[in-house]
């Protein structure tokens, strides 16, 4: 099952927005076993230790959502750990020793702007 | 609304080590018209600087998957700037080994040192490779573009690195097929109650005295 990657990025928010979500799903090859939400969650913390060190897996992030079906997740981070996250979810290749890949659909400072992605309309 | 359909393109990569390789690019043989992009990855100083300032290509690769044995200068790469040739940077080996991700950002960054930002990032052709693993591999545009900021490029040039460097290197390739230039013209609807409007104020004064 792949879909079609289509991602998002709005213009960086005001110094005074403190978070910034995106919504990002995984792919894997078909036949592995999906992760579970604390699974998840420690996957990208992994990522952020392995491309950013100590200091990129102490950046705090939270999972606000995550559906096990499609494997797709709504994550929080602080504006100023945005590129970092973002990069480090980029760039992890294996999870137990398979290959993966992360897709960022869409990222916004508001978690309203995520219920509707403008990319998926479609001209008549 | 109609979509154009996708055009396949070829590009070929040549791995120069030393400078008779590079004859086969000097020479018009009919082999090297068949292709749309020619790129060439120079292992060496010398040939580095031969590749920016006189080899006819479109795409100078850099390479990431070892340190580099040379380091960058300037002149060189202010010719192939103004030549309009664009370096390569890719980022498969990024996604696959931590060693090779160490190597990838330290000379994406060393080259932005020099040429500030008028650099194209494109991924690996490791699509070639294996079923499973070929298409995990690439990753969105955006994804792409905000690696480049790692790179460090701003925002600007991150965005222009997967857009519109790689159009302008298509177009370079196609001038190179042709003898002088190639010129792109896009259809712009016009508005025709425009044309009664433009009479210059000052003509207007002079026919009404």
New interface residues.
């Given amino acids: 099952r ?1 879909a079609a ?5 709005e213009p960086p928010p005001a110094a005074r927005e403190p978070a910034l979500r995106s919504a990002s799903r995984r ?1 894997l ?1 078909d036949g592995a076993a999906r992760p579970s939400a604390a699974l998840f969650k420690q996957l990208v913390v992994t990522a952020l230790r ?2 950013h060190g100590e200091v990129g897996a102490a950046l705090p992030v939270d999972v606000l959502t995550y559906e096990e079906k499609t494997m797709s997740a709504i994550l929080r981070v602080i504006s100023s750990g945005f ?1 970092k996250l ?2 480090a ?5 294996f999870y137990q020793n398979r ?6 659909l869409q990222t916004s400072p508001f978690l309203l702007a995520l219920s509707g992605n403008s990319r998926e309309l479609v ?2 | 609304g109609t979509s154009k359909q996708i055009k396949v393109l070829n590009r070929l990569t040549l791995v120069v080590s030393d400078p008779s390789h590079c004859n086969l690019l000097r020479s018009t043989s009919t082999n090297i018209r068949l292709y749309d992009i020619i790129a060439v990855f120079p292992k060496t100083e010398k040939l580095f600087h031969i590749a920016c300032t006189t080899l006819d290509v479109d795409l100078v690769c850099i390479n990431v998957t070892e340190k580099l044995p040379f380091y960058f200068r300037r002149p060189p790469v202010n010719v192939a700037i103004d030549r309009g040739i664009y370096f390569e940077l890719i980022y498969a080996p990024a996604i696959k080994d931590s060693t090779m991700r160490r190597y990838t950002i330290s000379n994406a960054i060393s080259l932005m040192q020099i040429c500030k930002g008028k650099v194209s990032s494109r991924r690996g052709n490791q699509v070639v490779n294996s079923n499973a693993s070929g298409p995990l591999e690439l990753r969105g545009p955006y994804d792409v573009a905000n690696l480049a900021l790692l790179f460090g490029m701003s925002e600007r040039d991150a965005k222009a690195a997967v857009s519109t460097n790689c159009r302008a290197t298509l177009l370079h390739g196609e001038t190179r097929k042709s003898a002088c230039g190639v010129v792109y013209t896009v259809k712009k609807p016009r508005k025709v109650e425009e044309e009664e409007t433009t009479v210059p104020a000052c003509k207007k004064a002079k026919t009404q005295a």
């Fill in positions: 792949r990657p289509r991602a998002g990025r792919e090859p392995e491309l590129v973002w990069s979810l980029t760039l992890l290749g290959r993966c890949a992360f897709r960022v001209l008549d």
